[in-house]
């Protein structure tokens, strides 16, 4: 093991993502500032509001789950070359057969149907996601834009599927399945107001981590993701990769789903479009697509969602005032792209 | 009711037109960006973007064509740091669209929020039904003066890319970049031109939302036409005309769900809505081919490779 070497391949990476945060900042404080607020006021509120009792940690966490699990939707194509943005797709799809997998078994003990609730959305979503992925790859159809649509199919799906065949008719003004039972939910970790969903997100980021830097098959696909023709000659199965990533990437949005069925709502419903695809794409960009990346990233832009409450009350800016900072943020690490490689000191280092 | 079923077909003609012409005008702008080689995913952020513009220049000023060409200039400015951002190296236009479209309809909700409440001036709407005495054609056939400024661009677009100057440097750009530089093209200038403008008539697209149909200016205004610019271009082989009959039928098919919905025909809302997005999956699958270039397709757009 040679830390230092790997350490320097750390840095560049990381240097450029902490001044691309740094600029954000700038940009974003001055924009508040132009807003009539004073933005150091504005940076505390959120920091309270995110970081600054055990209570805002938690929301912050809570917000933090499906993003973990989302952003690997599109981090793990990410080492394919794809960008797919279906995360949304896989939720919705996920959540909805992992509801009505619950429904079918009234009778089975919590931990049975819970499993087979995580099971049965972890397939959904990844199949959902694999459509793209194997589209790409057998018809050449751009993944990014098949992703998008088959977002809008999910969608269409699950808000036909809760508003006839499977509509509890006591849902009036808000149409959904049957609830799955209070047995069923799943709990919250002792001690806090946090459910299980977030170990699921930590031990899914490591799992890929583990799966993409640790295995053979993590390395083929990087390779695959650098020069499809190269890993062709070298006998790699690029179609498989293809499918199997998508599949395991679909599986964490599925599984991201039915977390928000289990844990929150009880019910598959248009909540489950809540837009946590989308914001796992940012997760991701700005992680860089490594797993173990997307944990700290995503606290952090739950941090960030979870202080729009607050800013509201203490500061009077609209609650978009958020979504303004996220895309900021995604605009200038987009950029900051371009920056790498130009660094000579870190270049140098890096070789050592 | 002697209507009926007449009704529904009626009600789909209009909703072709009303819906459509939103269509009509990001798919327009798409069609010019993508055309000089870049994809802009982010047009849902500049017509939200032009939405807000539209309605706020129209109440403070009280002329509804002066937001239209507000929200149009709104757009503008996304399209040209959109492109300002993709001139530099390794950074990816498909990303930065969807960046734009987190960052636009951001925008557009922090600054839009004073104007939820108040109602701005309307544009005016043209009867071209008043021969009728049915008042559901009447209806169908009010339409408004920016469909028909849509039909003219797009038929002056497809004039302009074929047979001037500059239309033919934007085609060279999208085909070849290098073959552009080497007639010394200014390849970073000519695609900053055209995503600017092709931001033009998305903040254009998102005016008509604002202060024709459905007038109004809330959160929940758009339901993803800006997205779907992509779809719908790719749906049209990259012809300005084209885009034109392709919103129609894409207006048409978000009409035909409440219009059967109207005759008593509620199973299937849903799958109806999604029609559109079928068929442009559809579409691609059935032309795209690992053999070949999407057919029409301007070879520089990273979509197609």
């Keep these: 093991m040679d830390v230092p070497k790997n350490l320097h391949k750390a840095l560049e990476p990381f240097l450029i993502i902490v001044g691309s945060l740094s600029v954000s900042m700038v940009l974003f404080g001055g924009f508040v500032a132009a807003a009539g607020a004073n933005p150091i006021e504005v940076y505390h509120t959120m920091y309270r509001a995110a970081f600054g009792s055990s209570f805002s940690w938690q929301n912050t966490l809570v917000r933090a789950t499906p993003l973990m699990l989302t952003a690997l939707c599109t981090a793990l194509p990410g080492y394919l070359g794809l960008i797919i943005i279906g995360g949304e797709g896989a939720v919705v799809i996920g959540g909805l057969a992992a509801a009505l997998a619950a429904l079918t078994m009234p009778t089975a003990p919590p931990m049975v149907v819970l499993t087979t609730m995580a099971f049965v959305g972890m397939v959904a979503g990844g199949i959902w996601l694999a459509i793209g992925g194997a589209l790409r790859h057998y018809r050449a159809v751009n993944e990014t834009i098949s992703s998008l649509l088959l977002n809008y199919i999910a969608i269409a799906v699950l808000n036909h599927l809760v508003t006839s065949t499977f509509r509890d008719p006591e849902s009036l003004n808000h149409p959904s399945t049957y609830h799955i039972g209070e047995a069923n939910m799943i709990g919250l970790i002792p001690g806090t107001d946090l459910h299980w969903g977030l170990v699921f997100g930590i031990v899914a980021c490591v799992l890929a981590w583990f799966l993409m830097h640790r295995t053979v098959f993590g390395f083929g696909s990087q390779i695959a993701g650098g020069n499809v023709r190269a890993a062709q000659i070298a006998g790699l199965p690029v179609g498989r990769l293809i499918l199997i990533v998508c599949f395991v990437a679909g599986a964490a949005g599925g599984l991201a789903g039915?977390?928000?069925?289990?844990?929150?709502?009880?019910?598959?419903?248009?909540?489950?479009?809540?837009?946590?695809?989308?914001?796992?794409?940012?997760?991701?960009?700005?992680?860089?697509?490594?797993?173990?990346?997307?944990?700290?990233?995503?606290?952090?832009?739950?941090?960030?969602?979870?202080?729009s409450g607050l800013l509201q009350r203490a500061h009077e800016l609209p609650d978009a005032t958020v979504l303004v900072m996220q895309g900021i943020i995604f605009l200038v690490i987009l950029f900051s792209e371009t920056l790498y490689g130009r660094f000579s000191q870190l270049q140098k280092q890096g070789v050592a | 009711m002697e209507v009926g079923w007449w009704g529904v077909l009626i009600a789909v003609l209009g909703g072709a037109i009303r819906i459509g012409t939103p269509f009509l005008f990001v798919s327009l702008g798409e069609c010019l960006t993508e055309k000089s080689g870049r994809i802009n995913l982010g047009l849902e952020g500049t017509l939200v973007m032009g939405a807000m513009t539209g309605y706020a220049i129209a109440l403070h000023s009280g002329s509804p064509w002066l937001g239209v060409l507000c929200a149009g200039l709104a757009g503008m400015l996304l399209g040209a740091l959109h492109s300002w951002l993709c001139s530099f190296q390794r950074v990816n236009d498909i990303a930065v669209g969807i960046a734009m479209m987190l960052f636009g309809t951001g925008l557009a909700f922090f600054l839009g929020k004073p104007y939820i409440q108040p109602s701005a001036p309307r544009l005016p709407s043209i009867d071209l039904g008043g021969w009728s005495h049915v008042p559901q054609l009447q209806a169908a056939l009010q339409i408004n003066g920016l469909f028909l400024i849509g039909i003219i661009v797009a038929i002056a677009l497809r004039w302009i890319l074929k047979n001037t100057s500059w239309g033919l440097k934007v085609r060279v750009v999208g085909e070849s970049a290098d073959a552009a530089r080497a007639l010394g093209l200014p390849v970073d200038r000519i695609r900053l031109l055209s995503t600017a403008q092709g931001g033009f008539l998305a903040g254009i697209g998102g005016s008509y939302l604002s202060l024709y149909y459905p007038f109004n200016w809330s959160e929940g205004l758009s339901s993803g036409q800006g997205l779907m610019a992509v779809a719908l271009v790719i749906f049209a082989r990259w012809q300005p005309l084209a885009c034109l009959w392709v919103s129609l039928l894409w207006g048409g098919a978000a009409a035909l769900g409440p219009a059967l919905q109207s005759v008593g025909i509620t199973y299937g809302y849903y799958i109806f809505n999604a029609i559109p997005y079928i068929m442009t999956l559809a579409v691609m699958i059935i032309t795209c081919s690992p053999r070949r270039n999407l057919l029409g397709a301007p070879h520089e757009l990273t979509i197609t490779r």
């Design chain 1, 258 to 307: 039915m977390v928000e069925v289990a844990a929150i709502h009880g019910r598959a419903n248009d909540t489950l479009n809540a837009n946590y695809g989308y914001a796992g794409i940012l997760v991701a960009f700005v992680a860089r697509n490594n797993p173990l990346a997307i944990l700290p990233v995503a606290v952090l832009l739950g941090g960030i969602r979870a202080s």
